[in-house]
Nanobody, 113 residues
Framework: VQLVESGGGLVQPGGSLRLSCAAS????????VSWHRQAPGKERELVAA????????NYADSVKGRFTISRDNAKNTVYLQMNSLKPEDTAVYYCSVGERGVWGQGTQVTVSS
């Protein structure tokens, strides 16, 4: 049972990145999935979540209108599309399946000119 994030990197302010969270050992579509982030010296915070049934989503106020969480059940993967990135979005981003108590290893996102 494992989650693996990818897609992080260095991007200029205003740019975009798409993070991926691939699951192995279980069927991701059966569970709600969330993305979290942790910046240096700050607590980990919830960024976005998607439900298992119906695919309803919710977002932190700080990312609403800029980030989109989605699923590809055929690929057993959840994505986080991040647009209009700001320097304050710099953090390590983690995906999680709370019901399984599983976290990925994280992927670094750095927004800087």
């Amino acid at each position: 049972v494992q989650l693996v994030e990818s897609g992080g990197g260095l991007v200029q302010p205003g740019g975009s990145l798409r993070l991926s969270c691939a699951a192995s050992g279980f069927t991701l579509s059966m569970y709600a999935v969330s993305w979290h982030r942790q910046a240096p010296g700050k607590e980990r915070e919830l960024v976005a979540a998607i439900s298992s049934v119906g695919g309803s989503t919710n977002y932190a106020d700080s990312v609403k209108g800029r980030f989109t969480i989605s699923r590809d059940n055929a690929k057993n993967t959840v994505y986080l599309q991040m647009n209009s990135l700001k320097p304050e979005d710099t953090a390590v981003y983690y995906c999680s399946v709370g019901e399984r108590g599983v976290w990925g290893q994280g992927t670094q996102v750095t927004v800087s000119s």
